[in-house]
């Protein structure tokens, strides 16, 4: 078991169970066989082994969540697809709640841990605007900070208050907020004409 994608995959999985805090490098040296010398040697520090954990589930869970999103073509579809993907997640048997916003709160202010973190919710803030622009290229960036806190707050609501349905209330607001703007666009433009009869003189 020696190889770096077994230690970072055994490494992962501790890390998102019990807390990056709470797991040691003695830990991860008894769960993979690897000798903490091999273990500094190739990734420097326990630092460097929970950037590396965060950078491979970034890609991962932004890999998966796209792909729920790509199963709808209709852009309000794809919207809401975001919110069927975390309640799938919620209600798996391995979910820990977000794994970066429990880095950030463990890690020291400026670690590499916090930054990667950090860059993850940005990660998932550009694609949840990006899905938002094309429903609505005038107003989506609003709607998509609406949405982002909703998907946020479901994500704490199901791990933190022990909700797992914490999805499927998010959606339904989700989607309150996105049907006015199917409204609207759907709303023919008015104009400033004015109504009087034709041939008739409008008082100013």
């Given at each position: 078991m020696s190889s770096s994608v077994d230690v970072l995959d055994i490494a992962s999985q501790l890390f998102y169970q019990e807390g990056i805090q709470h797991v040691g490098m003695d830990r991860i040296r008894d769960a993979t066989g690897v000798s903490?010398?091999?273990?500094?040697?190739?990734?420097?520090?326990?630092?460097?082994?929970?950037?590396?954990?965060?950078?491979?589930?970034?890609?991962?869970?932004?890999g998966w969540l796209a792909e729920h999103i790509r199963t709808q073509s209709v852009p309000r579809a794809r919207l809401l697809a975001i919110f069927d993907a975390l309640d799938e997640w919620f209600h798996g048997a391995d979910f820990a709640g977000c794994a970066f916003?429990?880095?950030?709160?463990?890690?020291?202010?400026?670690?590499?841990?916090?930054?990667?973190?950090?860059?993850?919710?940005?990660?998932?803030?550009?694609?949840?605007?990006?899905?938002?622009?094309?429903?609505?290229?005038?107003?989506?960036?609003?709607?998509?900070?609406?949405?982002?806190?909703?998907?946020?707050?479901?994500?704490?609501?199901?791990?933190?208050?022990?909700?797992?349905?914490?999805?499927?209330?998010?959606?339904?607001?989700a989607a309150v907020l996105i049907e006015p703007w199917a409204r609207d666009r759907q709303r023919p433009a008015t104009t400033d004409e004015p109504t009087g009869r034709p041939g008739s003189r409008e008082e100013s």
């Open positions: 903490l010398k091999a273990l500094y040697r190739q990734f420097g520090s326990k630092e460097g082994l929970i950037e590396a954990y965060l950078l491979r589930r970034d890609e991962r869970w932004l916003i429990r880095a950030y709160a463990e890690s020291p202010e400026g670690s590499a841990a916090q930054i990667a973190a950090a860059n993850h919710k940005e990660r998932l803030a550009a694609l949840v605007r990006g899905e938002a622009l094309a429903y609505d290229p005038a107003r989506g960036e609003e709607l998509a900070e609406q949405l982002l806190l909703l998907i946020e707050g479901a994500m704490v609501r199901a791990h933190v208050g022990r909700q797992p349905h914490a999805a499927r209330t998010a959606k339904a607001a």
